[in-house]
């Protein structure tokens, strides 16, 4: 019976080896992952912060397009009204040329000037920027829009 209970205890030591030895490694393993864990969420904390910048930046260029987009639409806006902003200028140029030529050929029985002047009998000849061509009792003269009184001045558009 002494050689079943040495053999008890021999056996009963070397299960506790093992377990404490099991346990030692098991310690280890845990420390390692412990480490590997710290190691980990520091890659992940990484990725995450790229994951974050990387999604300010899709939404910066997100803003940048939305931004052309406007900014074409404001060009586009610019060129239709640069374009109807010619054509109003035409179309007065026209209107201003129409009221010019309607005094062309007419006649007028007295055309007082700015400086106090008066002619008798004043045929228009020609109307155009520089002023009036006018045909009077002594011949041709020329009628600057600074001479011309104020009312037929704005009539003829030389007051802009």
Do not use: C
């Not at 030692?24 to 890659?43: F, I, M, P, R």
């Not at 990725?47 to 300010?56: G, S, V």
């Not at 010019?100 to 002619?119: C, F, H, I, N």
């Amino acid at each position: 019976m002494k050689n079943f209970i040495a053999l008890l205890i021999f056996a009963a030591g070397g299960t506790a080896w093992y377990f404490y030895h099991q346990y030692s490694e098991a310690k280890a393993l845990n420390a390692d992952y412990a480490k590997n864990l710290a190691v980990q969420e520091q890659g992940v904390a990484a990725r995450r912060a790229e994951i974050q910048a990387y999604a300010q930046l899709l939404d910066l260029q997100n803003k940048v397009q939305a931004k052309k987009a406007e900014v074409n639409e404001v060009v586009a806006s610019d060129k239709k009204l640069q374009e109807e902003l010619n054509r109003l200028r035409k179309e007065k140029v026209a209107i201003i040329l129409a009221a010019r030529q309607s005094y062309m050929g007419q006649t007028l029985p007295e055309l007082v000037l700015a400086d106090g002047r008066k002619l008798q009998t004043v045929r228009v000849l020609k109307v155009d920027d520089s002023g009036l061509s006018v045909i009077v009792p002594s011949g041709v003269q020329k009628i600057s829009p600074e001479e011309l009184p104020e009312e037929l001045r704005h009539r003829l558009h030389y007051s802009q």
